[in-house]
C-alpha cells in the first residue's frame, strides 16, 4: 500500500531485523511478512493463539485499536529499540493503493518496520507525567460502550491525544481498515505519544512571563 510504504520511508531507509523465534503454524519459513509477524507476535502488539496468526485476515478497527494502544506503551515503555543487521527497505508485492484493506500481514509488516524508527525519534521517558499540547487537537469523547473489548484501548488512545475525534478508531467495530487509514491512525499515534513524553512549553499549564514582560509590569 502506498501510503503504508510511504509512512515506512518517511520515518528511515533501513529496518532491523529481530533475532527471536516463534512458533508459527500458519506462517511459512520463507513468507514475505514471517520476521515482522514474529517481531509484534513475540512482544504482544498481536496476537497468535495456539500459534496461528491468520495473516490474510482484514484488521478492524476494533483490533487496531487494541493493537496500536499496545503499540504505543511499548514504545513509551522503550521496549523498541534499533538493534539487529540492516536491511534496506523494499516495495513488497502485497502492498497496493491506499484504499486497499489491511490484512494482518500488513500490520505487522508496518508495526515492526516503523517502531524501530519512532522509538529513535522519541525523548526518553523520564516518568513524570507532561501537559498535552495545546497545538493538538482536543481530547475526543469516546462513546463505544464499555463493555466493548477495545474500550480501554480508544480511551487511553483518546486521552493521550493519539486519535483524534475524527479518527475511525473511535467508531471501533469490525469494519475493515483501509491503508489510508492505518497511515492516519499510525501518524497520530506517533504524534500524541511524542507530545506525551516531550516536555515542552505549550505543555505547561502555567507559563511565567518573560523578562521584559515581567520589567515593564514593575514600572
Known amino acids: 500500500m502506498k501510503s503504508i510504504l510511504g509512512l515506512a520511508l518517511i520515518a528511515g531507509a533501513l529496518v532491523f531485523r529481530p533475532a527471536t523465534a ?7 519459513a520463507g513468507h514475505w511478512a514471517r520476521a515482522e509477524v514474529e ?3 513475540s512482544r504482544g502488539v498481536l496476537t497468535a493463539p495456539d500459534g496461528k496468526f491468520g495473516g490474510a485476515q ?5 483490533e487496531l485499536a487494541i493493537s496500536l494502544a499496545k503499540l504505543a506503551k511499548s514504545l513509551e515503555k522503550g521496549a523498541w529499540t534499533r538493534m539487529g543487521a540492516a536491511v534496506p527497505l523494499k516495495h513488497n508485492a502485497d502492498q497496493g493503493s491506499a484504499e486497499k484493506l489491511v490484512t494482518r500481514y500488513q500490520l505487522a509488516w508496518v508495526f515492526s518496520r516503523i517502531a524501530r524508527y519512532v522509538a529513535a525519534g522519541l525523548p ?14 482536543p481530547i475526543p469523547k469516546v462513546t463505544i460502550p464499555k463493555t466493548d473489548p477495545s474500550y480501554e484501548s480508544i480511551v487511553y488512545l483518546a486521552n493521550s491525544k ?3 475525534g475524527s479518527s475511525p478508531l473511535l467508531r471501533a467495530g469490525n469494519d475493515p481498515i483501509s491503508g489510508k487509514q492505518l497511515a492516519e491512525c499510525m ?13 515542552e512549553p505549550q505543555n505547561r499549564e502555567e507559563i ?7 520589567q515593564s509590569d514593575k514600572r
Open 39 to 41: 517481531d509484534v507476535v
Open 124 to 137: 526518553k521517558s523520564t516518568g513524570k507525567t507532561y501537559f498535552l499540547s495545546v497545538q493538538l487537537p
Open 22 to 28: 516463534q512458533n508459527l503454524k500458519d506462517v511459512p
Open 162 to 164: 493519539m486519535a483524534p
Open 187 to 199: 501518524a497520530s499515534m506517533v504524534a500524541g505519544l511524542n507530545d506525551r513524553l516531550t516536555d
Open 58 to 62: 482484514r484488521v478492524t478497527r476494533r
Open 208 to 214: 511565567s512571563p518573560p523578562p521584559n514582560r515581567r
